[in-house]
């Protein structure tokens, strides 16, 4: 069934050919038959090759070729398309879908180019033997023949074998597709049209643009369809006498001819290359599609997995400090009990271990109670908003002072208000001013100052001191739980004021550094990602004032 329908195809499309031939010879310089035998082969197999003996060798036939010619020519046609169709397949991978370069580059050179010239040697060879070309017609009829088969082959095998393959996306918009539709004959009839004078430049070129557009916004498809469409139009305006080519030194269809070939071969390229771009441009968007999907879905199960792992760890740490808080006190209460009752009778190392026993139970207790102060702030609510920090930091730090004897000089920037949680502020500012009257005790007075500064483009608080200070080397351990600069011998505490202030700033979206020298007093830095900026400069505020 497919042999038949192929000779059928071939024979209609043969007698179309031969139309095109005129008075040169019996040989056409365009035969669309070697496009329909080379898409029929590619699509439905090398064992269809019957069929193009039989319609090449019966439009021969009624061509006037004797029955021995009309065979001859017949197996030469379907030689062509076995060989062109085997080495583009073995040396470019040729694929049906002419959605890559080298498929194009099979079509053209072992398809069009190579393969026509077996069909255009046996064919000639074959019409010379039986009287049908002249000798003096014998190297043009080679040309013309080549041209011919190889303008069937690159003019109509792309337009089947892309409107063949289903999966050839559909491009470009259906105006736009429209307007090409009216102007790709347009622009070809104005091209070779007749012009009272020769022109001065040749205006066959114009169709070029119709091509190229064609090619880029509509795939290959688009670009084999435009040229199926400007090269008919260009080969019947040629043949009837009409545009440049008919008045060259070459056939004028064979001129024309060699000018579609250029043509066609050029948008093929075009739209191969601008495909293929496509096709990598839109892989690499379904693999950033895919991996983007990938690492949300992780960032979604690691997050779930954090918020368990925090949750079940914040809920170990207050349990843990709630329950020790029991029996720390009950250590500590038995053992005053003891040293209350049974002191005098105690040797004193009996008694010192005593006393150190309730020290070390109240100062376990006291971590407790900071284990727990900090837990509570890494699991509490944020309450943002606007409120006076020059207001809040007096507050705080008259009751800082109330709790130290040493003699204290307060330097507070006035005019400061925020964007933040007060209540979380407060317990920030009340560690930062307790440390920094702590480590400035053993100095005539302590001298604390709170302010801001604009450097960077960003808002900086500052909470300065005249106290021991640190070296700037061990900068990077104040604000981890349990780290501690100076024994407790020197200065009592538990390690976890100044990480409490830490997790309230990054709780606040902002971040917090220390600056110091051994002796010369130290300076914190902090900042809030709402902060707002005061309007006047300040000059410090006494406390006491306000």
Not at 48 to 72: E, K, R
Not at 279 to 308: D, F, I, Y
Not at 386 to 405: H, P, W
Request: aromatic fraction near 10%; charge should be neutral.
């Amino acid at each position: 069934m497919r042999i038949a329908a192929l000779a059928a195809l071939y024979l209609l499309l043969g007698q179309v050919g031969i139309r095109f031939g005129g008075n040169l010879d019996p040989i056409s310089p365009f035969w669309p038959a070697s496009g329909l035998a080379f898409a029929f082969v590619t699509l439905y197999g090398m064992r269809a090759w019957p069929g193009i003996v039989l319609g090449s060798a019966i439009t021969c036939v009624l061509n006037g070729a004797p029955l021995w010619a009309a065979t001859l020519v017949g197996i030469g046609s379907a030689l062509s398309t076995l060989a062109a169709i085997t080495m583009a397949r073995r040396f470019c991978g040729f694929q049906t879908s002419l959605r890559s370069v080298p498929d194009t580059v099979g079509l053209v050179i072992p398809g069009a180019a190579l393969g026509s010239c077996i069909a255009s040697l046996i064919g000639t060879t074959a019409y010379f033997a039986a009287g049908m070309v002249s000798r003096d017609h014998f190297a043009g009829g080679l040309l013309s023949w080549w041209v011919g088969d190889a303008l069937g082959v690159v003019l109509v095998a792309p337009f089947l074998l892309t409107f063949a393959d289903r999966r050839e996306p559909v491009a470009g918009s259906l105006p736009e597709l429209l307007l090409l539709v009216l102007l790709a004959p347009a622009v070809t009839y104005a091209a070779f049209m007749d012009r009272p004078t020769p022109p001065e430049y040749p205006f066959s070129f114009i169709v070029f643009p119709v091509v190229v557009w064609a090619a880029l916004r509509f795939g290959v498809r688009g670009a084999a369809s435009a040229n199926l469409v400007v090269g008919l139009i260009a080969l019947l305006m040629t043949r009837a006498g009409r545009g440049e080519f008919a008045g060259q030194t070459l056939p004028p269809l064979v001129g024309v001819g060699l000018f579609a070939l250029v043509l066609a071969t050029t948008g093929l390229f075009l739209a191969c290359a601008t495909s293929q771009a496509t096709s990598v441009q839109h892989a690499m968007h379904r693999a950033e599609v895919r991996h983007r999907e990938q690492l949300e879905r992780r960032v979604v199960e690691r997050t779930a997995e954090l918020r368990t792992l925090n949750a079940e760890l914040e809920s170990f740490s207050y349990s843990v400090a709630h329950d020790l808080r029991g029996p720390l006190r009950t250590i500590a209460g038995f053992s005053r009990m003891v040293i209350d009752d049974e002191g005098r009778s105690l040797s004193p190392d009996s008694l010192d271990l005593l006393e150190r026993s309730e020290r070390a139970a109240i100062r376990m207790g006291r971590i407790v109670d900071a284990l727990l102060g900090l837990s509570r702030i890494n699991r509490g609510e944020i309450h943002f908003e606007d409120f006076d920090l020059t207001k809040l930091a007096v507050e705080t730090s008259r009751e800082v002072a109330g709790q130290s004897e040493t003699p204290i000089e307060w330097t507070i920037q006035p005019d400061l208000r925020t964007h933040a949680d007060p209540r979380l502020v407060r317990v920030l500012l009340g560690n930062l001013f307790e440390n920094a009257v702590k480590f400035s005790r053993g100095r005539p007075v302590a001298r604390v100052e709170f302010g801001m500064i604009e450097q960077d483009g960003e808002t900086r608080y500052f909470v300065s001191d005249n106290g021991v200070g640190f070296e700037a080397a061990f900068a990077g351990k104040l604000f981890k739980p349990f780290h501690r600069l100076h024994s407790q011998d020197e200065f009592e505490g538990e390690g976890i004021g100044l990480a409490t202030v830490e997790r309230i700033v990054r709780r606040h979206g902002g971040r917090i550094w220390a600056e110091g020298e051994t002796d010369r007093g130290a300076v914190f830095f902090f900042t809030l990602a709402s902060a707002l900026t005061p309007e006047k400069p300040w000059s410090p505020v006494d406390p006491a004032l306000l």
